[in-house]
């Protein structure tokens, strides 16, 4: 089994660095953003979403924990709006070490927040999957979530 572990200090650089490269990287991979300027606008929001770092109001990082072992298997990071009612979180990023992928530790790692936010008293929970996110869509689906919204984007050939 898993466990969520609120993310260490040591570990919340490398974490940044590391999200802030793959998130710029998702939105080339869709079209949305340039190369030559997804890395400045990846930098930007993450500041915006986290001006104090671990600190930040309303954000909550955590480290995804082997129960028996202690290792760290990925992380889980959400904001819940504490001052709304009802309540409500989003899901911003959720990894799973690949080594540790396809084995179960993610719908584990799921439930465990399905636990955390049932005591925070949120009412639901939303986030984003890039299209091309077939697995982290799927897992979803199994794990009680609903589609909101769908956005399409249709290409064309220039030339």
Request: proline share 2%; hydrophobic share 35%; aromatic share 12%.
């Amino acid at each position: 089994m898993v466990k969520l572990v609120p993310m260490a200090q040591e570990d919340f650089e490398s974490y940044c660095e590391r999200s802030i490269r793959e998130y710029a990287a998702e939105h080339i991979k869709t079209g949305n953003w340039k190369e030559s300027e997804s890395l400045e606008k990846a930098r930007a929001e993450f500041k915006k979403l986290l001006p104090e770092g671990l600190q930040s109001k309303d954000e909550f990082i955590y480290s995804i924990v082997d129960e028996s072992t202690g290792q760290k298997m990925g992380v889980l990071w959400v904001e819940i709006k504490m001052d709304e009612t009802p309540r409500r979180a989003f899901g911003y990023d959720f990894m799973v070490n690949e080594e540790f992928r396809g084995k179960g530790f993610g719908k584990q790692a799921l439930m465990a927040l399905d636990e955390v936010l049932k005591s925070k008293d949120v009412e639901s929970m939303g986030l984003h999957v890039f299209g091309h996110n077939v697995n982290a869509f799927e897992l979803y689906k199994k794990m009680g979530f609903e589609i909101t919204n769908v956005h399409m984007k249709k290409y064309y050939k220039k030339g």
